[in-house]
């Protein structure tokens, strides 16, 4: 017990040993294989148990300042949830949601705070020296049993994540690719349920039924004055007509070009195009919500304080705060003077300030909004300029984000794998 807890038996896990960091050791390192060594007695696992593969977390990859912390944590809640929160407000009123978005702000901030603490506790890594997933908490505190459905839910959340990204760029830049085209036109590759190669022009001019009487209708007075409320339009949904069917598109494949080799980048290596990511996403936020203001005009009638939908409220929501499985990995990869709480509750408090923006403006904006609010942004009777910062938003926001969730799911795998194979024998054998 020289230099370490006094005040613990020597058979007790304790976390207060400091960490040898020049020598690159741990007095407790030992003390900890050593007992979890004599708990099995002769039965000593074929299989090493995570803690015997544990790894110092290399100085020279933790880099990430705080400012690049904040941001890497707020572009992993302000993501493609982002699109359908104005939808939210229109149908579940202004109290709600944002009591909602309160609350999981909160909430989600102490979550990781926890979380970072409960990495903090695992012996040997009071200051982060050690490299700890998040499959590795769980293998430390309730045994390798856990790791196989551990893994699972976490790859699900990952997957989640990726494929909303993947499927809302994929829109956006088929929408791209149909105004640089000269035939005006994107295509797809229907895999199922019949094979064909698909071809989608955007609505005509003609199909969005904009009759002479409704244009009559919106001058008022003598003064040719506009109404607040403009003619209907529509940008259409890339292949909507095919409804359920199986489709490869051309933007799909443009973005799995583009996005497949950030994918095997490290943490530390794509954090700079996260900080150009986030920079151009307030920039565009703010230029939305003035085409809110000054373009379309607010009219608070259209949120009401208590909406007559609840149903879709709650998931739409929660779904935006899930970033806590991005602490381990941000916690390995961060400058050891980066503080986690301030990270932490700086990026979920503008975020929540975003979404509380974005969701009311919007919605107060549009007599109706669709999921996807950048559809309305895209329309032909939006400004030129909010039409190009709707492409910009989707490719510099929402694209920009799927490296994360990959890099992030590759590291837990990996860790796992050096764990012991991915699953199976926990205490007595593998």
Sequence with gaps: QAGGCHSCPPEMICSNVPLDLESGCSPLFARVVAHRISEYGSRIPSRPTFLS?????????????????????????????????????????WVIPTATFILMCISSSLSATFLADTIARIPGNRRFALRVEFPCIFDEFFGSRSRPMVLAMLLACFYSQILASILSSAQVVDGLIVMVSPHHATYALRVLPSPALVRWPPPTESSLNVSVAFASASLLGAGGRRALLPPPCAAGTPFAEEGTASLVSLGYVVVAAAMLPMGFQSLNENVGMQVVSCVVSLGLLAEFLAHFVLERGLDPRRVPAFGDSYGGMLGSIVFNYCFAVTVPSWINEKRARVSVNSSVWASTAMATAMYLAVGLLGAMAYDHVDANFLAALSSPCTPLLTRISAVAFALCTITLSIPVPCIMARYCLEAASAAGGGGGGGGGGG
Excluded at 57 to 64: C, L, M, R, T
């Design 53 to 93: 593969k544990k790894a110092f977390s290399d100085p020279q990859n933790k880099i990430i300042s705080f400012m690049e912390s904040s941001m890497l944590l707020l572009n992993s809640i302000c993501g493609p949830g982002i699109l359908v929160i104005p939808m939210v407000f229109q149908q579940s009123g």
